[in-house]
């Protein structure tokens, strides 16, 4: 990882948790109760498509995509996960990785703009500390 070059965008910096760093991927846990939601962030500065970057990265991108939803899927049981590269907001490239249940405010439909964030508050050490050792460095 080229951290000594990387630096995480400032929108994504206010509005996550980290989890770990993974041999491509900082992992990220949105700050928002409303929605089990990673974001994986290339840490290779100035990029902005899947397309930008080198073709081994991409191949590890989708590697830690896999690894980030097998581990979603085992400790929540969604019942679908949405994985999505938009960058219309933020444009550093990065990956949500949200686990969806029927039950939830926004469902069927994308989850933003559906209702307001509602920050993890007092929760977020619980949340982070359940999901630090799924989403921590390799083993």
């Not at 990673?38 to 970057?53: F, G, S």
Request: hydrophobic share 45%; net charge neutral.
């Amino acid at each position: 990882m080229s951290a000594n070059t990387f630096a995480l965008h400032a929108q994504l910096s206010a509005d996550t948790f980290t989890l770990g760093d993974w041999p491509l991927c900082r992992v990220l846990r949105m700050n928002d109760r409303a929605y089990p939601w990673l974001i994986l962030v290339p840490c290779v500065p100035d990029v902005r498509e899947i397309i930008d970057l080198a073709e081994a990265q991409q191949q590890q991108l989708m590697g830690e995509i896999s690894r980030a939803s097998r581990a979603l899927k085992a400790l929540l049981s969604p019942d679908k996960l949405n994985v999505a590269a938009l960058g219309n907001a933020v444009p550093q490239l990065h990956v949500h990785i949200i686990a969806r249940y029927k039950t939830d405010a926004a469902w069927p439909r994308p989850i933003w703009g559906v209702q307001p964030t509602v920050a993890l508050g007092g929760d977020a050490e619980a949340e982070l500390a359940k999901l630090r050792p799924a989403f921590g460095p390799f083993q």
